[in-house]
């Protein structure tokens, strides 16, 4: 949940007052922009699994999977999954660090995050770049070259906004994680960069989620 901050004291101007709703905003907005986009991409990569069943099903003149169609190449598949989901996990699990104000950790993590995450998308794209067939010679060709060039623009904006995280984290004393900052300014800074962080970890263990499927469809299934 997004961090709320209490009351604010009596005594403070309007313009003090002001400021706080325009935090509580910011806070809700970060969580609400991170469902919203969930349900956005939810719709985008649902029509690809959608498409893989229709057409494999239909299966028309035998060209879903056509006699002497070569698949795409399993370890690089397998990697690409690998590297996702190891780094949705190390993200998660340095998520509950700086909670605890280890920020050190955090950012040593987040970084390690970061770098698979950069690995799995520039290895994906080499593979694009290396397939034994075309994006038309066949159903399952089709829904292959459709889908990954829209969930590697997805994780590379994701990983983006990780890095920016990142850079944001590092003008803020590790002891602000764990104490009340002196000002309000300081403590509003803290409060939506964890509600950012706590945003951008449920977006990207989604994207995990979503690679771990389309791994099955287009390296087990077929």
């Known amino acids: ?11 403070l101007t309007r313009e003090a007052e002001e400021e706080g709703f325009y935090h509580e ?25 959608f498409a893989f069943f229709y057409l494999r099903s239909l299966n ?5 999977h056509p006699a002497g169609f070569k698949n795409p190449q399993l370890w690089a598949g397998t990697l690409v999954m690998a590297l996702i989901v190891v780094s949705a996990l190390v993200q998660t699990a340095v998520l509950q660090r700086i909670k605890a104000g280890h920020k050190r950790d955090w950012l040593g993590g987040a970084t390690v995050a970061l770098a698979l995450g950069l690995a799995a998308i520039g290895l994906q794209i080499w593979q694009l770049t290396d397939l034994p067939f075309y994006p038309g010679a066949a159903g399952f060709a089709s829904v292959f070259v459709g889908f990954w060039p829209v969930y590697i623009a997805v994780a590379f904006c994701t990983m983006v906004s990780l ?4 850079m944001r984290a590092r003008p803020i004393p590790e002891l602000a994680f764990v104490e009340q900052p002196p000002t309000f300014a300081e403590a509003f800074a803290v409060q939506r960069f964890q509600a ?11 994207l995990a989620v979503v690679v771990i499927v389309a791994w099955v469809l287009f390296y087990l299934v077929h």
């Open 196 to 206: 950012a962080l706590s945003a951008f970890t449920v977006v990207w263990n989604y």
């Open 60 to 64: 028309s003149h035998g060209l879903w």
């Open 1 to 11: 949940m997004a961090e709320i901050t209490g009351q604010p004291p009596a005594g």
């Open 163 to 166: 890095e920016i995280l990142i």
């Open 25 to 49: 905003a910011a806070l809700n907005a970060s969580w609400t922009g991170a469902r919203l986009g969930i349900g956005a991409m939810s719709f985008a990569f649902g029509a690809f699994v």
